[in-house]
């Protein structure tokens, strides 16, 4: 039979564990215009949850388009991938695609035939458009387009806080929030998987998007929950797993949507009719060795301190990492050392400090270092 698990984005028909009342809110919120910051960390399953928001959305008639900015490098690059998604988005639909190439005049759309997907679509920019005007241009065509549209649009703007590492990130926020504050029937999704970034942008009284939508946090599935989910998703896959492995499955990784379904996935493939306490063990090693090569680039980059706190924090999550028994334990260095690292480990989203208690936010990850 075919494994029941899924280790990329859940498809819109897959079976999705207990995300009702985020979906539901998610789309009341869309349906009265309310922007809405989602965050949680990385793996947490917030585009799949975006998109099938967006589904619901859509069968009323509402405008959806969804805007990935992990990547972007420049101002112009930012107004070019609303340009593009909003031109991919209308093409199936004629008298919107006339309409976008009407209103979206800085962007030339662009077809060309593709082996894979039969069409693609990309955009030019008009001579002379660059920089603050194309993306003002750009901005104001999406809320004449979303004017004209009867039921409005709902538009995710996925990873938006990699906008602060282009140059003069704070001049482009400006120019964003100056112009989306201008769209009446449009609902944004601001989705950030960096949390501290992100939750910076709105909440920061100095910053341009300072309160201008409502923070929603995206938590970790139930382990409860989770577990009777597992059961069912194998035994529609047609093997038998104990109660106590699922929950071992759900509790081991601290309810992380995406690492549930790879290591349910391994154990699906590895195991006979019944799931036993060492096709786990197997699957989690499996897991651990996926994972390895993201590890290593996540960490590549760190100074010889932060790696050093990394490794103590999975190791011993603490509430005094700057006392000089915890310092010494684990060679640290100096005070001021420390405090940079953790700084900056916060604002990678790789540590988080809750209940007055520094640790790793990926759980797996800490494992992995643990074996450094």
């Known amino acids: 039979m075919k494994n029941p698990f899924y280790i990329r984005e859940l498809p819109f028909d897959a079976p999705f564990c207990n995300r009702e009342k985020e979906i539901n809110e998610l789309v009341r919120h869309g349906k009265n215009r309310m922007n809405v910051i989602l965050y ?6 917030k585009t799949s949850l975006a998109k099938r928001a967006m589904s619901v959305l859509s069968k009323e008639m509402t405008t959806t388009i969804y805007m990935d900015f992990m990547g972007t490098t420049s101002i112009d690059e930012i107004a070019e991938r609303i340009a593009v998604k909003t031109y991919q988005y209308t093409y199936a639909k004629e008298n ?6 009407r209103i979206f005049s800085s962007w030339r759309p662009v077809l060309r035939p593709d082996p894979e997907t039969g069409l ?3 955009v030019e920019s008009v001579p002379g458009r660059r920089g603050r005007i194309i993306l003002e241009e750009t901005l104001q065509s999406l809320g004449k387009f979303s004017s004209e549209a009867e039921k409005g649009c709902y538009i995710v703007f996925d990873e938006f806080q990699e906008i602060t590492e282009i140059k003069d990130s704070i001049t482009i926020e400006g120019i964003m929030r100056s112009e989306i504050q201008q769209h009446n029937k449009i609902s944004y999704l601001f989705i950030g ?3 501290r970034v992100l939750l910076d942008m709105f909440n920061q009284k100095k910053r341009p998007f300072y309160q201008s939508g409502i923070n929603y946090s995206l938590n970790p599935l139930n382990t409860d929950i989770l577990s009777k989910f597992l059961v069912e998703q194998f035994h529609l896959g047609n093997k038998i797993c104990p109660d106590e492995i699922a929950q071992k499955i759900s509790e081991r990784v601290h309810g992380y949507p995406y ?3 790879k290591i349910a996935y391994f ?11 060492n096709d786990y ?26 790696i050093a706190l990394l490794v103590a924090l999975a190791k011993e999550p603490t509430g ?5 028994a915890y310092m010494s334990k684990h060679q640290l260095g100096s005070i001021g050392g420390v405090q940079g690292a953790i700084k900056k480990l916060i604002s990678l989203d790789y540590i988080e400090k809750s209940q007055n208690i520094f640790s790793i936010v990926d759980p797996i990850f800490a494992t992995w270092l643990t074996l450094l």
Do not use: D
């Not at 949680?40 to 399953?45: E, T």
């Not at 063990?281 to 010889?304: D, H, R, T």
């Not at 005094?320 to 000089?324: E, R």
């Open 96 to 101: 919107l695609f006339k309409k976008v190439t």
């Open 120 to 122: 693609n679509i990309t």
């Open 259 to 261: 690492y549930v379904q």
């Open 40 to 45: 949680s960390p990385r793996r947490f399953g």
């Open 267 to 277: 154990i699906y493939e590895l195991s006979g009719k019944k799931i036993t306490e």
């Open 281 to 306: 063990y197997n699957a989690f090693k499996l897991l651990l060795e996926s994972e390895k090569p993201l590890f290593e680039v996540m960490i590549q980059s760190l100074a010889g301190q932060q």
């Open 193 to 195: 998987s960096r949390r």
């Open 320 to 324: 005094v990492p700057f006392s000089a």
